[in-house]
């Protein structure tokens, strides 16, 4: 029997690998994402006696290859009802008035980069509660998360113990005893999950796929992963293709500071909601007058 040889890449082999991935997807890993990418790679090469050349040939021709390297590329670090004070503006303005406003019609809302769905159960959970009907779209690049996103089951560490707890409540009633969270179909229905590749956002492939005439956005913990033409791109193409006028668009905290003017069309307004922020969508008389 011929013994597996181990692999290990030179930092150049390493360099090329990142640089495909980067390109696919637009994601800049860190140094410490990098080192999980490393081992996965190493992991394929050993296990099926591929070079690292003729892996990366593979690659160019093997979609299925691709996708499993992509899947092994991305973070997917979330739990439920994240950046809770978010999901209190949804909570205490923006679902009851519209429910005011327009009864039974279903918020068309988009968790885009939704790794395993904690976020996108999160707003059909809340919105449930509110008596609001919602139309939610679950999108990430990783076929796997999506997967899982389908499934409605979670473990017990999808909840924190400190940010979301204004909102652990909602979830008990669909803890089991082994401690995982498992959704009725009454939660699972409103969601419906679509793969989407933001590096490629206004490719008219991935255009003809995009949510529409979406009354809420949460796009957040990505940009911190792109570089600022890509977000320049990603925020044009949502605010002129996916958002209706009066529409929201939240990003993560955190994210702020990289999202300038540089990168924010003039389409999109930055609000700021006590301690919350987000952007509206202008109407595009409103963007007229301005210049």
């Known amino acids: 029997m011929t013994q597996k040889k181990d692999f290990s890449l030179s930092q150049d082999e390493l360099d090329s690998f990142i640089s495909l991935v980067t390109r696919t997807t637009g994601i800049i890993p860190r140094e410490s994402h990098k080192t999980g990418i490393k081992t996965y790679i190493e992991k394929i090469l050993s296990k099926n006696s591929f070079s690292p050349s003729e892996y990366k040939n593979l690659l160019g021709t093997n979609p299925k290859l691709l996708s499993e390297l992509i899947n092994a ?5 979330t739990y439920f009802f994240r ?8 909570k205490e303005k923006i679902f009851p008035q519209w429910k005011a406003s327009f009864g039974t019609m279903p918020i068309r809302v988009w968790s885009a980069a939704c790794s395993y769905g904690e976020e996108a159960y999160s707003i059909s959970l809340l919105a449930h509660e509110c008596g609001v009907t919602a139309d939610i779209t679950a999108s990430d690049i990783n076929s796997e998360v999506l997967e899982h996103c389908k499934s409605g089951i979670f473990l017990g560490s999808s909840i924190r113990q400190m940010d979301g707890q204004s909102f652990k409540n909602l979830l008990s009633a669909y803890q089991r005893e082994d401690r995982r969270v498992e959704f009725s179909d009454q939660i699972k229905n409103p969601i419906h999950t679509k793969k989407i590749n933001l590096a490629q956002i206004d490719s008219p492939e991935t255009e003809s796929i995009l949510p529409k005439s ?3 956005i949460f796009l957040r913990n990505v940009f911190i992963y792109f570089s600022q033409e890509l977000r320049a791109r990603i925020l044009r ?4 293709k996916c958002m209706c006028d009066g529409g929201i668009l939240f990003v993560s905290m955190s994210e702020i500071a990289q999202l300038d003017s540089s990168v924010v069309p003039p389409s999109l307004e930055t609000v700021m909601d006590g301690k919350v922020f987000y952007f509206t969508k202008k109407s595009a008389a409103t963007v007229k007058q301005e210049f």
């Open 73 to 77: 590329s991305t973070v997917n670090e």
């Open 214 to 216: 979406q009354n809420i």
């Open 83 to 90: 950046e809770e004070k978010q999901f209190s503006i949804l």
């Open 237 to 240: 193409t949502i605010s002129e």
